[in-house]
């Protein structure tokens, strides 16, 4: 496997774990539909959270989560409607983004709740 692509594994398995810690249900990870993926699907008491996460090594070109542009966020929208249609999901949906950067001491995780928010097309 690609570095990158072990790199993110990483990141999102971190991610689900420190949700699964704040009390967050995880329902799916890595959820497909055609082309589109969700990293991570979540229960947070009433809402339903559609998770993005983002792992670097460094801040060196900036923080990950700015990685989450306007065309990530409507293909995370597209997703996430598919999403809440095929599992007819009634709960508010909420967007949130996770970060983490791996250092030579660790990593730091960067949660970010209601990171963005749906906007019409």
């Known amino acids: 496997m690609a570095e990158i692509h072990t790199t993110g594994k990483e990141g999102e398995n971190l991610a689900v774990e420190f949700l699964k810690a704040k009390g967050y249900k995880i329902l799916a990870t890595n959820w497909h539909f ?39 966020q409507r293909f995370l929208v597209r997703a996430a409607q598919a999403f809440i249609e095929i599992k007819k999901i009634e709960w508010e949906a909420r967007f949130d983004i996770v970060s983490v950067i791996f250092s030579s001491t660790g990593h730091n995780i960067n949660h ?10």
């Open 34 to 72: 055609g082309k589109m993926e969700i990293d991570i699907v979540a229960q947070d008491n009433d809402f339903i959270v559609f998770v993005e996460v983002k792992t670097r090594h460094s801040t060196l070109y900036g923080e990950p989560e700015n990685a989450v542009n306007r065309d990530k």
């Open 112 to 121: 970010i709740p209601n990171a963005f928010y749906p906007t019409l097309q």
